[in-house]
């Protein structure tokens, strides 16, 4: 079964800092993987989608991941992190059947921005 | 216009209380979800429907009855909850496709009393 693990519950950056969200995915499969964001008392918003087409994929608010199958990786990553970047960050694989997908989430990590 | 549309946003109520989750798109989404996240957890499966047929019922109690009356509405009926389902609920929605991405809504939070 595809499953995803995320290293660190929490991760703590200084404003302006490199920030680095781990996550290493068991697959027999090409998966399909996804990074979301949820702030607080709110829901889940997309960050970015790997599906094979490019091994380096662009999310929004300058967020980029790296699929690295050597590594079974997919780390979640920013130049320069902003206090607004403050949030828990899921990464998760896709199970596709006909007609939906689901998703299996890994058990989040919790990004802290400090001044 | 990119919004699945979740009411209400907040939701208190009794064990013996009879209510209903919202869930709205009009992305032309043939596959909606239900989602229940406890907090500092992440969310867990408990139905999908695609084409308005329920797919996917993750053994979720019966007290729990999901309902999809169209392609752009899904709905969540709740009776005789148990204090241990209080929770974030989320709804989602995807296109029918292998691998789409799933669009949330913002969630209701329930609290049980």
């Known amino acids: 079964a595809q499953s995803v693990t995320q290293l660190g519950s929490h991760v703590s950056v200084s404003e302006g800092a490199l920030v680095l969200l781990r996550c290493n995915y068991s697959s027999s499969v090409p998966p399909y993987l996804f990074w979301y964001v949820q702030y607080p008392n709110q829901g889940l918003q997309l960050l970015l989608k790997?599906?094979?087409?490019?091994?380096l994929v662009k999310g929004i608010n300058g967020f980029e991941a790296e699929f690295k199958k050597s590594e079974t990786s997919f780390h979640l990553t920013k130049p320069s992190a902003h206090m607004s970047d403050a949030a828990e960050y899921f990464c998760a694989v896709s199970h596709p059947f006909v007609g939906y997908s689901t998703l299996t989430f890994g058990k989040g990590t919790m990004l802290l921005v400090s001044p | 216009d990119t919004e699945v549309t979740q009411t209400p946003k907040h939701l208190v109520m009794g064990m013996t209380n009879k209510k209903s989750l919202k869930c709205e798109q009009h992305?032309?989404?043939?596959?909606m979800y239900w989602y229940k996240q406890k907090a500092k957890k992440p969310p867990e499966l408990m139905f999908v429907?695609?084409?308005?047929?329920?797919?996917i019922n993750e053994s979720v109690p019966s007290r729990f009855s999901p309902e999809c009356p169209n392609s752009s509405l899904l709905n969540l009926h709740l009776h005789a909850l148990q204090p241990e389902d209080s929770a974030l609920y989320l709804c989602a929605s995807s296109g029918a496709g292998g691998g789409e991405k799933l669009f949330f809504g913002s969630g209701t939070q329930l609290s049980v009393l």
């Open positions: 429907y695609s084409y308005e047929k329920l797919s």
């Open positions: 790997y599906t094979s087409a490019a091994t």
């Open positions: 992305m032309g989404h043939r596959a």
